[in-house]
Structure formats: structure tokens, C-alpha cells
């Protein structure tokens, strides 16, 4: 990965340029949503400035936007795996979730495609909301079981965090941020990414999965001890 260039006037306590941090993730990503949260109280232990920036993965393109089924039915029929042994695996990634404060409702969970959720995080970010975006869909998603794959259920969402709907509809309507979604995917086959959550820390560092806190600390720490360093 191409190294960021370190400003030439950092304070020894508070650097100046933030941290940039790029994360590869997908709304239906339960590891994403975990991810998240332990990205973020490593953010809390760091303690520095630290500028985030989503990106986009799609983890089932072929889904249909309304899937005829439970993510079960999908994880079952498309993947191939046995129902118990995806009880299993939900069952234990919800554990995981309530650990760090998230009540995922698989028994509500809309399986969809995130194309479109995909480009309405492209449209946030060009309005300033890319974080409350992401928050609201991964929220809307596993918590609320809202669908994530239709315009209109997307629009509503898009206003929920202060975005204008019917800008967000019209943008979603013409695939205004397609090519922005394929240029992020494009990005992550370049760098290997295979899987998400993934995190790419000052443009050096590749941490993937959702780590540990300390972990991202750690990292971080690196990134800004090298800034410092002449």
C-alpha cells in the first residue's frame, strides 16, 4: 500500500493531520456492525484525531433485492451448509454482538442485495453524513429489521439522518454513485481484500476483522509514533 506522506509539523500531543482510516465493509455484514464498535472504543483508547472513511464490498451480489427467504434460508440454500450448523453460527455471532452492546434480531433480518445501500452511503458522504449513514443502515439491518435494498426504504432512512429524501431517491434512482460503489470494489481486489470488515490504517497498515480494541490501538499507535518519527 502507498505510504501517506507525514506533515511537516506535528505536535508531540495531538497530531495536527488526522490518522486517515479506510474501512471496506458491507451492510449485511454482521462482523462489520462488531467491528464497528470495537474500531471505535480503539479509536476512544488512541485518544488522538482519526479520520474515517468508508468503503464499499458486496459480500452477496447475486442476492435479489427481496430475497424469498430468512438469512437461514440463504446461508442454507445458497452456501450450502447444513440449518443447524447456521443456527450455530448466528447463534454465536449475536453472543459476540451483545458483547459489545448490539442486539442483533436475525428472526427479523430482510437477506437483500446492497447495491443500492452501498450508493446511498456514496450520497451521504458527499452531503457529510457518511458516519451517521452507516450507522442508521447497520442499525436498520440487524437491529430494527428494516429493508436496506429498496429505494423508497432507503430514501426514508437517508431522511432519518438529515439527508434530503427526495435528492436521495433521485440519486439512487439513476445509480448516480455506481461507479464509485465498482471503483471501491476495484480498490479492495487491488489491496487483496477477500473479506470484510477490513481496515487500511495511514494507507500502510491492513487490519482485518473486527479486532480486538487494543488491537486498533496498537495500530494506530504505530501509524502516528512513524508520523513523528523524521
Same mark, same amino acid.
Given at each position: ?83 443447524? @450448523?447456521?443456527?450455530?453460527?448466528? %447463534? ?22 446492497? +447495491? ?11 452531503? %457529510? ?21 429498496? +429505494? ?75 508520523? @513523528?518519527?523524521?
Amino acid at each position: 500500500m502507498t505510504d501517506v506522506k507525514a506533515p511537516h509539523t506535528l505536535s508531540t500531543e495531538t497530531l495536527i493531520t488526522p490518522i486517515k482510516v479506510d474501512i471496506w465493509s458491507d451492510v449485511q455484514c454482521p462482523w462489520c456492525y462488531i467491528g464497528k464498535r470495537k474500531f471505535e472504543k480503539g479509536v476512544e483508547l488512541f485518544g488522538d484525531n482519526v479520520q474515517v472513511e468508508y468503503h464499499s464490498f458486496e459480500l452477496a451480489p447475486d442476492t435479489p433485492v427481496d430475497f424469498d427467504g430468512s438469512p437461514i434460508d440463504y446461508l442454507s440454500q445458497k452456501k450450502g451448509l447444513p440449518v443447524d @450448523q447456521v443456527h450455530e453460527m448466528l %447463534g454465536r455471532v449475536t453472543e459476540v454482538a451483545r458483547s459489545v452492546g448490539l442486539e442483533y434480531n436475525y428472526d427479523a433480518v430482510h437477506q437483500t442485495n446492497t +447495491i443500492k445501500a452501498h450508493e446511498l452511503m456514496h450520497f451521504a458522504k458527499a452531503h %457529510g453524513k457518511q458516519a451517521e449513514m452507516k450507522e442508521r443502515l447497520l442499525s436498520a439491518y440487524f437491529v430494527e429489521g428494516k429493508h436496506v435494498g429498496r +429505494i423508497d426504504d432507503l430514501a426514508d432512512l437517508a431522511q432519518e439522518v438529515g439527508l434530503d429524501r427526495d435528492a436521495a431517491h433521485e440519486a439512487l434512482s439513476t445509480s448516480q454513485f455506481l461507479a464509485d460503489v465498482k471503483d471501491d470494489v476495484a480498490q479492495a481486489e487491488a489491496y487483496g481484500i477477500n473479506g470484510v470488515p477490513f481496515y487500511v490504517i495511514d494507507g500502510k497498515y491492513g487490519v482485518s476483522g473486527a479486532q480486538d480494541p487494543e488491537t486498533f490501538k496498537n495500530v494506530l499507535e504505530q501509524a502516528r509514533e512513524e508520523r @513523528q518519527t523524521p
